[in-house]
C-alpha cells in the first residue's frame, strides 16, 4: 500500500510540475564542461580532459540567485595512476530546485590500445548522496507542498559507466548518468535506471598561433542528451585553449547559448567563468545563468637540494671568575682545554681521512661496476634479433658517433635548426624531456623521447603513445655496437 501511494503522489508531483510555466530537468547541467571536471560528463574524459594531475571546481548558478535558485558544485581531484588508467574522487552537491542531492563521487577510466591511433576508453562513476528535500520557499513557490515530498528522502548509490572510441583526434562517446541505483535508507531496491543518456562527437584540431602560447587548439563538441519528462536536449560546444588562456562557446536545445573564458597562470592554475542566456520562451522571464571554474595542476617538482649547515662550534667551557692566590691553577686549567682542543681536532681529520680513503674505494668499485654493467648492456643490446614488422618503422646502424648502443623513440628529424629548435621548446612546454643527437652522414638532428635496452621496450613505448604522454606518431633508431 505504501509504495503504491509513493508512486501516485509521484503522478501528481510530475503533473503538477508539467503544469508549471518553467520545467527544470533533474540531470547535472554539466553540458558546459569542455576542459576541467569533464569527468561528470563522461567518466572516460578524466583521462584527457581533467588534465591529470589536478584538483578543479566547478559551480553553476542557475539564473543567479544563489539563495533560492538551482545550483550544483562538483569539487574533484583527479590523479593519473600509470599511462592508461586514471583515478579520482570528488564532492559534489546538485539542487535541482526541488531535491537537494549532496554526497561524494569516485571515477575510474581506463584506456585500451586497439591499433596504432585506435583507443578504447571505458570508465565508470560512483556517486553516493543524501537526497534531501530543497528550499521549501522555492518549492512552495511552485505550487508543491514540501512535506509531501520527504518519502522520497534518502540515502542513495547511483552507477555511470561511460565508453569512448578515439581514433587520432576523433572521438565518440556514450555515458549514462544513472545506470543503476539503489536506495539504502530503504529496502535496497534498485532506483530507475538509464534515465539520462548522453552521446557526443569530438576532435581536436592542433593549432600554432605563437611560441609563447606553446601547442593550442580548437575542440568542437556535438552532443545529444535524453532526460526524463522533458525533451531531449542537444547542444554544441566550442573551445579555444592555449597555454595562457582559452575561449568557449555553445548553445543548448533548453539552456541556451553561453559564452565564457578563463586565463592560466604559471602553467598551474587555472582560472574562468562563464554566462548562459535561456533562448527559450519558458526562460524569457529568467535572468542568465553564471558558471565558475578552477583548477590546480600539479606537475614534476624538482627535487631540492639537500642544505649543508655549518658545523657548530664545540661547547667552550665557561670562564671562570679569577681567585685571588690561584693564578697557577687558572693557567693549567687554560693549558688543558688548549691540548684537549688540539687532541680533538686531530682526531675530527683523522676521522675524515679515513671517510675520505673510504668514500674514493667505494666510488672506485661503483665505477668498475659501471662500466661492467655497460660492457655486459652492450653485448646483450648487440646480440638482440630484431624482425621487423609489416609497415613498422625502423632504421638500424652499427656504431653511431657519440651514442650509447640501444634503441632510441625517434620523435622527429629535423634538417633545419630553426624548426629543430622550436620542436624541442614545444616538448619541454609539454612536461616532457627530450633529447637529441646529430649524423653527421645525413646532416640531420635526430628528436628521441628515450633510449630503451630491449626491442620490446622501444615498442611498448612506441605503441603506447609514450603511455600517453605523446600522441604524434613515433619509429624506433637502433644503434647495434658491435
Known amino acids: 500500500m505504501r509504495k503504491f501511494l509513493v508512486c501516485l503522489f509521484g503522478l501528481v508531483i510530475c503533473s503538477l510540475s508539467w503544469g508549471q510555466e518553467l520545467v527544470l530537468p533533474s540531470d547535472f547541467r554539466q553540458h558546459s564542461l569542455t576542459q576541467f571536471n569533464a569527468s561528470l560528463l563522461n567518466p572516460t574524459y578524466a583521462l584527457d580532459w581533467n588534465n591529470p594531475n589536478s584538483l578543479s571546481i566547478w559551480t553553476r548558478w542557475q539564473w543567479q540567485s544563489i539563495d533560492g535558485d538551482p545550483t550544483s558544485i562538483f569539487a574533484n581531484y583527479t590523479h593519473r595512476l600509470n599511462g592508461s588508467s586514471v583515478a579520482s574522487a570528488g564532492f559534489l552537491q546538485h539542487n535541482t530546485g526541488i531535491f537537494l542531492y549532496t554526497g561524494g563521487n569516485l571515477t575510474f577510466a581506463q584506456t585500451f590500445q586497439l591499433d596504432e591511433g585506435v583507443h578504447l576508453m571505458a570508465g565508470l562513476n560512483t556517486f553516493a548522496y543524501q537526497q534531501t528535500v530543497a528550499d521549501e520557499q522555492y518549492i512552495q513557490g511552485?505550487?508543491?507542498d514540501p512535506a509531501a515530498l520527504e518519502d522520497f528522502e534518502g540515502f542513495k548509490v547511483q552507477f555511470s559507466p561511460g565508453l569512448r572510441l578515439l581514433v587520432n583526434r576523433f572521438s565518440a562517446g556514450v555515458a549514462f548518468e544513472n545506470a543503476i541505483g539503489f536506495d539504502l535508507s530503504g529496502n535496497g531496491e534498485s532506483t530507475d535506471n538509464f534515465q539520462v543518456v548522453l552521446g557526443?562527437?569530438?576532435?581536436?584540431?592542433?593549432?600554432?598561433?605563437?611560441e609563447s602560447l606553446g601547442e593550442s587548439f580548437v575542440r568542437p563538441v556535438l552532443y545529444v542528451k535524453?532526460?526524463?519528462?522533458?525533451?531531449?536536449?542537444?547542444?554544441?560546444?566550442?573551445?579555444?585553449?592555449?597555454?595562457?588562456f582559452w575561449l568557449q562557446g555553445g548553445y543548448n536545445s533548453f539552456y541556451g547559448v553561453s559564452?565564457?573564458?578563463g586565463v592560466t597562470i604559471s602553467n598551474t592554475f587555472s582560472i574562468g567563468g562563464l554566462l548562459e542566456f535561456g533562448t527559450d520562451t519558458l526562460l524569457?522571464?529568467?535572468?542568465?545563468?553564471?558558471?565558475?571554474?578552477?583548477?590546480?595542476?600539479?606537475?614534476?617538482?624538482?627535487?631540492?637540494?639537500?642544505?649543508?649547515?655549518p658545523e657548530e662550534p664545540e661547547n667552550v667551557l665557561p670562564e671562570k671568575e679569577v681567585e685571588e692566590g690561584e693564578p697557577n691553577r687558572l693557567e693549567e686549567e687554560i693549558e688543558q682545554q688548549r691540548i684537549e682542543q688540539e687532541q680533538r681536532e686531530l682526531d675530527r681529520r683523522r676521522q675524515l681521512e679515513r671517510e675520505k680513503d673510504s668514500l674514493v674505494e667505494v666510488q672506485r668499485e661503483k665505477e668498475q661496476l659501471e662500466l661492467q654493467r655497460k660492457k655486459d648492456s652492450i653485448e646483450r643490446i648487440s646480440s638482440q634479433k630484431v624482425e621487423v614488422r609489416p609497415n613498422e618503422r625502423y632504421e638500424e646502424v652499427e656504431n653511431e658517433e657519440g651514442l650509447e648502443p640501444g634503441f632510441y623513440l625517434i620523435a622527429n628529424v629535423y634538417g633545419t635548426k630553426k624548426y629543430?629548435?622550436?620542436?624541442?621548446?614545444?616538448?619541454?612546454?609539454?612536461?616532457?624531456?627530450?633529447?637529441?643527437?646529430?649524423?653527421?652522414?645525413?646532416?640531420?638532428n635526430y628528436v628521441y623521447l628515450k633510449r630503451y635496452n630491449t626491442m620490446d621496450e622501444a615498442r611498448k613505448a612506441r605503441d603506447s603513445k609514450f603511455f600517453g604522454k605523446y600522441a604524434d606518431k613515433t619509429w624506433i633508431f637502433r644503434v647495434k655496437g658491435n
Not at 226 to 244: A, E, I, M, R, Y
Not at 285 to 309: V, W
Open 142 to 144: 511552485d505550487g508543491l
Open 284 to 309: 524569457s522571464n529568467e535572468d542568465s545563468t553564471i558558471e565558475i571554474i578552477a583548477s590546480y595542476h600539479f606537475g614534476k617538482t624538482k627535487l631540492k637540494e639537500i642544505e649543508i649547515l
Open 420 to 444: 629543430f629548435d622550436n620542436f624541442m621548446k614545444t616538448l619541454r612546454e609539454k612536461g616532457l624531456a627530450p633529447k637529441s643527437f646529430y649524423r653527421s652522414s645525413n646532416t640531420y
Open 259 to 261: 559564452g565564457g573564458l
Open 200 to 210: 557526443t562527437l569530438s576532435n581536436d584540431f592542433p593549432i600554432m598561433i605563437s
Open 226 to 244: 535524453s532526460v526524463p519528462d522533458g525533451d531531449t536536449q542537444f547542444g554544441l560546444n566550442g573551445l579555444f585553449s592555449t597555454s595562457k
